[in-house]
């Protein structure tokens, strides 16, 4: 029988049209070779693996994890649902054979092959709004694992959602990024439903030719993202045969030096790291 959804696959695929952007917006926020640093300390403090091994990146994005990772040694393969993002990571990779890229839904993994490491970075796990997709992603992902390999993935803890958030207006920031040719700036509003735990984020995009400081593209993108209390993730990971091993503070890599410390109630994005139970 054919697995469905509550909902289609138009409102849970994102970064479409933000695709061709992305990587010039978080080049300049995201710091991808000392997170990567934080992300294998985390490996080896619950893993004993003499050598980089095989590693599931899913929801890769452009793949910018997943091609530090290949560089590193590992045997990488990235997985995301967005068209255009999993375009942008195959065209990075040229012609080569590690990292490879597959576009897939995570809600049902249709990989043969079985990991060492699986990992869900920056909020893509957050994406999962309904509880049939969760039990889906994790039951699928846990049947790729191999046998005392590590399941990595973050989440926003719902405690420490901040307070400007859960107003009817709403929190606006803005953030702004340049390459040789386009100027972006990007506005933020979240929107906190304490209630159903999501946080919805609305983009809005102005981008300009940085010669002629001229309009050259304008669009919005809406994201809702589920937040979790660390015992809920506890509860989730054991009703498919996954168990916990820590949880990490997840604002990771600010330093080349960040060694992997807990999280506590005031943590917004928490690090998961998980087992599977069964083998």
């Known amino acids: 029988m054919a697995t469905t959804y509550p909902r289609d696959d138009s409102s849970f695929i994102h970064y479409t049209r933000m695709a061709r952007y992305y990587d010039t917006i978080y080049s300049k926020i995201l710091d991808y070779s000392s997170q990567a640093d934080y992300l294998e300390r985390i490996i080896a403090k619950h893993k004993d693996q003499k050598r980089p091994g095989s590693i599931l990146d899913v929801a890769c994005g452009t793949g910018n994890y997943t091609f530090i990772f290949a560089e590193r040694g590992w045997k990488a393969t990235g997985i995301d649902i967005s068209n255009e993002m999993i375009q942008i990571a195959t ?15 995570m809600r049902k993994i249709e990989l043969q092959e079985k990991y060492d490491v699986a990992t869900v970075l920056f909020g893509g796990f957050g994406y999962l709004l309904e509880h049939e997709e969760v ?21 926003w803890q719902n405690s420490a959602i901040f307070p400007a958030a859960s107003r009817p207006s709403g929190h606006t920031s803005w953030d702004r990024s340049e390459d040789d040719d386009r100027l972006i700036i990007r506005l933020h509003t979240s929107k906190y439903n304490a209630q159903s735990n999501i946080l919805n984020v609305q983009f809005d995009f102005y981008i300009l030719d940085t010669r002629g400081k001229k309009p050259v593209d304008n669009f919005s993108e809406t994201h809702k993202t589920k937040t979790y209390a660390i015992s809920h993730i506890q509860e989730l990971l054991e009703r498919n045969k996954l168990k916990a ?4 503070d997840g604002d990771i890599g600010k330093s080349k030096k960040d060694e992997p410390k807990d999280a506590s109630f005031g943590t917004f994005r928490v690090l998961a790291v998980a087992t599977p139970t069964s083998r």
């Open 91 to 105: 065209e990075k990779a040229a012609k080569k054979t590690n990292p490879r890229f597959v576009r897939m839904d």
């Open 135 to 155: 039990e889906n992603f994790l039951a699928g992902v846990e049947k790729r694992l191999e046998p005392r390999a590590l399941l990595i993935f973050d989440f």
């Open 245 to 248: 091993l820590a949880f990490y």
